[in-house]
């Protein structure tokens, strides 16, 4: 089983009962990702993007929050 060092960075409450939570996690192998866990009541949709991916979702969901 491989190690993981975690560390909670946010935790959000969005619509409709769902929660986002957001997680720094570092692989042993030093493999760092930004895990991103959607709990929409007992179901959990988990993804595990890179530092690129994380940027660009970032720069998408600000321009989408600036228009509304």
């Known amino acids: 089983m ?7 960075v946010t ?4 619509p409709y009962g769902r929660e986002i939570v957001l997680q720094d996690v570092v692989h042993e192998t030093g493999l760092r990702v930004m895990r991103m866990r959607i709990r929409e009541g007992s179901r959990f949709t988990i993804l595990d993007i890179d530092a690129a991916t994380a940027k660009e979702l ?11």
């Open 2 to 8: 491989t190690e993981e060092t975690i560390r909670e």
């Open 11 to 14: 935790k959000l409450e969005a």
């Open 58 to 68: 970032g720069t998408v969901l600000s321009a989408w929050a600036d228009q509304t």
